[in-house]
């Protein structure tokens, strides 16, 4: 299968995505939107399930949040893996276009949507595709990439996470979504990868438990300083992440990092790994009084994560989010 190509071409799409004056909408929860439509989760494999079984579904849900107003959409490879593909049968050149289909169906959705905006007369804006590299824990299926206990030192994270990157790295998409990383030595490994290897560049997202320590307990700020070991991480930030931390991780990141700041937090409900579903309460959520705080508080790249859909995303692109430096 070969890998398609960006329709935007990819030095405007570093420069658009990056650029120190705007504020860039992201998408929200990819499978938020595939269950709402629908769709059968509950699978060890999660979204990426939906690669083997339904894709079009996949790029109906990219094109509702690109409708919304999202820039950016996050491919279904968060939870891909080669193990949880060869439990299925599936063999390792198999999983690899697998992978690569993943940044296919968001050029897609990204192709449609272009194309209905261009029969309309309406100015296309610059869209872009992120490859989603997921942490270990997510291929375990048991909460851990909320818990940070995986377990294996920063060589064997590395080893481990080196052919999904390389793949994913070569398959197209604009940049690369490192994202729910739950501490720093899984941060360290890519890091690592991304500074040895050659590729699109990246943004590095740490899940939090509070607004000062990683998901394993680590102070943020050495995550957050792992954005300086390459220039291939372009920005750094969090997601799955509580709102209500987000504004005192944005202060933190500030503290370390002079790039750009990426925020996309849940919505404010927590994980249950064993009934496999989301609990909590109705405190601070994603919408445009929150974003307009992490804004003013110094981030540049704002959507949501899990259980946030197209209709918040619409929100935030429709309060038009600037700053001004």
């Not at 974003?291 to 790249?301: F, I, K, P």
């Amino acid at each position: 299968m070969s890998s398609p190509q960006p329709t935007v071409p990819f030095e405007r799409s570093v420069d658009a995505l990056f650029g120190r004056d705007r504020v860039t909408v992201l998408d929200g929860g990819l499978a938020t939107e595939l269950e709402r439509r629908g769709n059968d989760l509950s699978d060890p494999l999660w979204s990426a399930r939906l690669l083997l079984e339904a894709p079009d579904s996949i790029v109906e849900a990219h094109l509702a949040y690109f409708r919304a107003g999202a820039r950016v959409a996050v491919t279904a490879s968060y939870q891909a893996s080669f193990e949880g593909f060869a439990a299925r049968g599936i063999g390792v050149s198999r999983a690899a276009d697998l992978f690569r289909l993943s940044v296919a169906l968001a050029g897609q959705a990204r192709d449609r949507h272009l194309a209905e905006l261009a029969e309309r007369g309406a100015e296309a804006p610059a869209l872009f595709v992120a490859a989603s590299i997921g942490p270990y824990g997510a291929m375990l299926g048991d909460g851990s990439e909320y818990r940070g206990d995986e377990g294996l030192t920063v060589g064997q994270l590395r080893a481990w996470h080196a052919p999904r990157v390389a793949i994913l790295a070569d398959a197209g998409a604009d940049l690369l979504a490192i994202e729910t990383i739950p501490s720093v030595g899984e941060g360290r490994a890519l890091a690592e990868l991304l500074a040895t290897t050659v590729g699109p560049p990246a943004w590095l997202s740490f899940t939090c438990a509070d607004g000062a320590t990683t998901r394993s307990g680590e102070p943020v700020e050495a995550a957050f300083g792992l954005a300086g070991m390459t220039d291939r991480i372009r920005a750094v930030g969090v997601n799955c992440t509580a709102p209500e931390h987000v504004a005192e991780l944005i202060g933190r990141a500030r503290d370390v990092t002079d790039k750009p700041i990426v925020v996309y937090p849940n919505s404010g409900e927590a994980w249950d790994a064993e009934r496999r579903r989301w609990v909590g309460t109705s405190g601070p959520t994603v919408d445009a009084t929150a974003a307009r705080r992490w804004v003013e508080a110094g981030a540049s790249l704002i959507g949501g994560c899990c259980r946030v859909g197209p209709d918040r995303i619409a929100e935030l692109d429709a309060a038009r989010l600037t700053r001004s430096g």
